[in-house]
């Protein structure tokens, strides 16, 4: 039971950490997401192994895991940090953000569901199927989310044409 868990991690820690670190938008606070989702996953092992998707099972706590830290998160910062505070001096060349730091940025200004959608589907390529029955919700809602979620990426990113633009400004694939 130990060997088969030790090669799921092989096998899928970086596309988990590729995932949490697009719906954290930081990298310790991925690797961290990372190591939490996996300490669960460990401790249910038997059960999950068992399931006829583990990869979906353990998506499923990873994005619980991130629902969860979103809201202390967003509870934290309405009290003590004025939105718009950590943003670079205009001129400033060295605050200034490649693209892909601007992708994460806007997709962490999307609501939860949707983020996790877009990252579900774009960087974890998974059908409308897949993403409904990972998150319990129904096929079209996956679908409205996702159509919200790009649009409003899109009006971050006029340049954005299609979903294909997502997956080459994040240099993925």
Same mark, same amino acid.
């Given at each position: 039971?130990?060997?088969?868990?030790?090669?799921? $991690?092989?096998?899928? +820690?970086?596309?988990?950490?590729?995932?949490?670190? $697009?719906?954290?938008?930081?990298?310790?606070?991925?690797?961290?997401?990372?190591?939490?989702?996996?300490?669960?996953?460990? *401790?249910?092992?038997?059960? &999950?192994?068992?399931?006829?998707?583990? @990869? #979906?099972?353990?998506?499923? &706590?990873? $994005?619980?895991?991130?629902?969860?830290?979103?809201? *202390?998160?967003? *509870?934290?910062?309405?009290?003590?940090?004025?939105? /718009?505070?950590?943003?670079?001096?205009?001129? @400033?060349?060295?605050?200034?953000? @490649? !693209?892909?730091?601007?992708?994460?940025?806007?997709?962490?200004?999307?609501?939860?569901?949707?983020?996790? $959608?877009?990252?579900?589907?774009?960087?974890?390529?998974? +059908?409308?199927?897949?993403?409904?029955? @990972?998150?319990?919700?129904?096929? !079209?809602?996956?679908?409205?989310?996702?159509?919200? /979620? &790009?649009?409003?990426?899109?009006?971050?990113?006029?340049?954005? +044409?299609?979903?294909? #633009?997502?997956?080459? +400004?994040? /240099? &993925? *694939?």
């Amino acid at each position: 039971m130990e060997t088969d868990f030790q090669e799921f $991690v092989a096998a899928r +820690s970086t596309a988990l950490f590729r995932g949490a670190l $697009v719906l954290t938008g930081n990298r310790e606070a991925a690797e961290d997401l990372v190591q939490e989702t996996l300490e669960k996953a460990c *401790r249910k092992w038997r059960v &999950i192994a068992a399931k006829d998707a583990p @990869d #979906a099972y353990v998506r499923r &706590i990873m $994005v619980n895991l991130a629902n969860d830290r979103w809201r *202390r998160f967003r *509870r934290l910062t309405t009290t003590s940090h004025p939105e /718009g505070s950590d943003r670079a001096a205009p001129g @400033d060349e060295y605050g200034q953000v @490649d !693209s892909r730091d601007q992708l994460v940025r806007a997709l962490q200004q999307l609501p939860m569901r949707m983020r996790t $959608v877009v990252v579900l589907r774009y960087f974890d390529d998974l +059908s409308d199927t897949e993403i409904a029955a @990972d998150l319990g919700i129904t096929p !079209s809602t996956v679908r409205s989310q996702l159509a919200r /979620g &790009i649009e409003k990426l899109r009006s971050q990113f006029p340049a954005l +044409s299609g979903p294909s #633009a997502l997956r080459h +400004s994040e /240099g &993925i *694939r």
